[in-house]
């Protein structure tokens, strides 16, 4: 199905005075520099982080429906830098990924895709951008991941629509560029999608107790299978006592591509996955309801946000100790992404009711939380620029 997208003009805005909490640390002497998407207000911000402090830059309005938010949920920056892509969820009835210059903002082109597009990542190469279709609408049924050309004729071209599992999440591609994993949050799964070939490698298990790993895809499952699962609070509802559901929310391949971790918000812990044997390594506690994963580039720290504990947790990836456990001003702590020479962690806090989102700057040196910034309502998806 296709439809005529008109583009809602940016508003780009630069801003002098941005609400930010300086807490007591020294400010670094470079300038990072992160995009957040607030799915409320259908705005992407830019948040700058170096001598003066943390502060809001500009910002920007994505999107094609006027009277109703569009949500974006997903960022992506490619990796020169050049170019940055949005998820917008809400369409009608489809989603759309958008294409922006990094330094400008200006527009660049967009393509549509499934139902709910939400987590996106560039492959190393930056030739494409890999989207889980979360598809919250109906039945829960087996939805899928987009892979998306960026060097293609056209701005962007979808390529491929492989069927995965129900409510695909957390997407993100191995250091190869070969290899994708999502989670599949109603069906207790590890998805890995052949990137080459274009289809379901392998699937893995993660129910607590139960866990293995499976060639091809995932079986096809009717929507009474999901009876259960968090299926309206997003990660936020407490499970039942002793419950061995893992309700995966996120995927992250270490930087060596020997293992990859699945963030299980029903269990509130990690999965450990052998890629080579795909096998289990081990469980790792984490913290309440933990939902997106990054690690750092030298595969030392996992940095996890905790969605229901309102937290932060710095974890070793060696040892699987929690380090540090940090609280976050406000509640529903959403997106991770670390600075390219893993000095800082940038987090986005979706807040409560008509309370701001947040981006929350912890230094991963001295494992403590060094600046905050408001920024619109719902903060969601959220990347860094490398430098230069």
Not at 92 to 117: I, S
Not at 175 to 194: F, K, N, P, Q
Not at 277 to 303: C, E, F, H, K, Q
Request: with cysteine.
């Amino acid at each position: 199905m296709t439809r005529a997208l008109v583009f809602r003009s940016l508003r780009a805005v630069a801003l002098g005075v941005a609400t930010a909490t300086a807490l007591p640390a020294q400010n670094p002497t470079t300038t990072y520099t992160a995009l957040v998407a607030s799915e409320s207000v259908d705005r992407v911000a830019v948040v700058a982080f170096g001598p003066q402090g943390a502060r809001v830059v500009r910002q920007h309005e994505v999107g094609v429906m006027l009277a109703d938010p569009d949500g974006p949920h997903g960022v992506a920056v490619d990796p020169a830098g050049r170019f940055y892509y949005v998820t917008t969820a809400h369409g009608t009835p489809y989603g759309v990924l958008w294409k922006f210059d990094a330094r400008t903002n200006a527009y660049a082109g967009q393509v549509m895709l499934g139902n709910f597009p939400a987590t996106a990542q560039v492959s190393p190469d930056g030739s494409k951008v890999v989207v889980v279709n979360f598809n919250l609408h109906g039945d829960m049924v087996a939805s899928d991941v987009s892979v998306v050309r960026t060097d293609s004729v056209a701005p962007l071209q979808e390529i491929a629509r492989i069927t995965t599992c129900a409510m695909p999440h957390g997407s993100r591609i191995d250091r190869t560029g070969t290899r994708h994993y999502s989670a599949c949050m109603m069906d207790d799964m590890l998805v890995e999608i052949d990137l080459d070939g274009l289809q379901v490698a392998r699937h893995f298990r993660l129910t607590k107790g139960a866990e293995q790993g499976m060639p091809g895809a995932p079986p096809v499952r009717g929507a009474n299978a999901h009876a259960g699962h968090d299926m309206s609070g997003h990660g936020m509802t407490q499970p039942a006592a002793g419950s061995t559901t893992c309700s995966p929310t996120w995927a992250q391949p270490s930087p060596d591509g020997r293992t990859v971790w699945a963030a299980c918000n029903g269990t509130s812990d990690l999965v450990e996955i052998d890629v080579a044997s795909w096998t289990l390594r081990r469980r790792i506690p984490a913290g309440n309801g933990v939902y997106n994963l990054a690690v750092t580039r030298d595969g030392a720290l996992l940095v996890a946000t905790n969605k229901r504990g309102q937290s932060v947790s710095l974890i070793d990836t060696k040892s699987g100790a929690t380090l540090a456990t940090l609280p976050t001003q406000r509640r529903v702590v959403h997106g991770v992404a670390i600075t390219h020479d893993d000095r800082y962690a940038f987090i986005s806090v979706e807040g409560v009711g008509s309370e701001p989102g947040t981006v929350e700057i912890i230094d991963l040196v001295a494992r403590k939380t060094v600046a905050r910034v408001d920024v619109g309502q719902q903060a969601g998806g959220i990347d860094v620029l490398p430098p230069g």
